[in-house]
Structure formats: structure tokens, C-alpha cells
């Protein structure tokens, strides 16, 4: 852990993308994922697409790991944080690179991310979750956040505003410290919960970013259906 007020110099900030089926927007995320400070390495982790996902994020930049099929978030989530410590360790990193966690969706919003980063790299904090400042209409009547909320209140007595905001920085030793993580998408609110019962700071910072509106075909109804059936497994094994 870095003293307080002690910044790691530029280039100490991997981003891992978890991406499926993202090629309409997967580019312009990755394009200004590269730009943020701080960021030497964006890495894609395709999680089984099948359209060209994988194609448009090497063209924009990003060093692209494919899925040969579908193992979910939080396993895409493993492979890019592995990736990202084979690099560190190839390149003999004194100190391992910090771990953004983005969503494929963000588009050119993901310019905003930046702040996540500044409590982590500044020691102040051990993960952020990024709260939206921009409001998004969902398709669905909130039963997979008020599930996610009200678990993790239970359970450390504090809830961030968006418990399944994927949008999270991490330093090494913290990810290493949730491992391993939980299934699919119940991820998010499992790394609060371990996390903070390890006595780990989490920050939450308030970034105008924004991703695609979930609808209500049933397509997105399916999706989730995944999501409640995920965070209630997370949340039934850590009570």
C-alpha cells in the first residue's frame, strides 16, 4: 500500500474490459479508455462473442483475450486481472499495476473515468465504485439492485448508491484479497461485501458515465433474470 499523498508515476493502470457481443461500441470505449491518465495497458477480455467484438477492440488499440465460449463477468473479469500480472511480472513491475474495471457499453463516455482512478493511485483508497451522475432509464423495476442493496447492507451495514455498478478500480493486492470471486454478476456486490470485511477502504466517486438502457424484451428480461439469480448465490453464501 502506497503512503498517503504518495502517487505512482503515469502508466501504472491497467484497464480490463469484459466484453460480449459489444461491437457497435466496444471501440470507442476501448479508444477512450487509452486516453485516460495514468493508462499504459487496455485490455479486452471477449467472453465468447459472436459478432466482431474481438476485431474492433485490437483495431481501436486494446490487447484483446477471447473466450472460446461464454464463462460469464466474473470470469472474464479473472482471465483480464491474470493478463494484466503475466504483463507486470514479464516486464519485472516493481509494483504491480492498479485494475479499472469498465463496461464494454461505456462508449466515448468512458473518457470520464479518470477519477475513479485518483483515490487509488493517491492512497487513499482500496477500491472505488463509480456512482453515475447521468441518469438512465431501465427497462426493468429495480429488484436486482434493491436485492444487491439490501444484502450488502445486511451484511457490512453500509451500501454504496449503485451496488452493481461494474465501473470499480482496484489496487492488486485488493482484487488478490476477493479472490476468488464470485460468480457471474453477483461479482460486484460480493467484492463489497468481502472487501469491506477485511477492513479495506471503498470510496464511491460520482463520474458521468453512462451505458446502453437495459429494455424489456425478453431478451434483457432474461438477462435479468441471471443477474437476481447471481447476486441472490452471492449473497446466500456470505451470511
Known amino acids: 500500500m502506497l503512503p498517503r499523498g504518495d502517487v505512482p508515476p503515469a502508466g501504472d493502470i491497467a484497464v480490463v474490459i469484459p466484453a460480449k457481443d459489444e461491437a457497435d461500441r466496444i471501440r470507442d470505449t476501448v479508444t477512450a479508455a487509452c486516453a485516460l491518465g495514468g493508462v499504459d ?17 485490437g483495431l481501436a488499440g486494446a490487447t484483446v483475450v477471447r473466450h472460446a465460449r461464454t464463462r460469464g463477468k466474473a470470469a472474464a473479469m479473472e482471465t483480464g486481472a491474470e493478463m494484466v500480472r503475466v504483463l507486470d511480472q514479464r516486464e519485472d513491475r516493481v509494483t504491480p499495476r492498479h485494475l479499472l474495471f469498465l463496461d464494454a457499453d461505456l462508449g466515448d463516455s468512458a473518457a470520464f473515468a479518470g477519477p475513479l482512478t485518483e ?89 458521468p458515465l453512462a451505458h446502453r438502457a437495459t429494455g424489456t424484451d425478453l431478451r434483457s428480461q432474461l438477462h435479468r433474470a441471471r443477474q437476481l439469480a447471481d447476486v441472490a448465490r452471492a449473497l446466500a453464501t456470505r451470511r
Do not use: Y
Open 41 to 57: 495497458l487496455v485490455l479486452v477480455v471477449d467472453d465468447g462473442s459472436r459478432d466482431g467484438t474481438s476485431r474492433a477492440a
Open 119 to 207: 483515490p487509488v493511485t493517491g492512497g487513499r483508497a482500496d477500491m472505488t465504485i463509480a456512482a453515475f451522475s447521468a441518469t438512465v432509464k431501465l427497462g426493468g423495476q429495480g429488484i436486482v439492485v434493491g436485492l444487491s442493496a439490501a444484502g450488502i447492507r445486511r451484511a457490512i451495514g453500509w451500501s454504496p448508491a449503485q451496488p452493481l455498478n461494474g465501473q470499480r478500480c482496484l489496487t492488486r493486492a485488493a482484487f488478490e484479497a476477493a479472490r476468488p470471486l464470485a460468480a457471474g454478476f453477483g461479482v460486484e456486490t460480493a467484492l463489497t461485501i468481502d472487501l469491506a470485511r477485511q477492513g479495506l477502504r471503498i470510496t464511491e466517486v460520482e463520474v
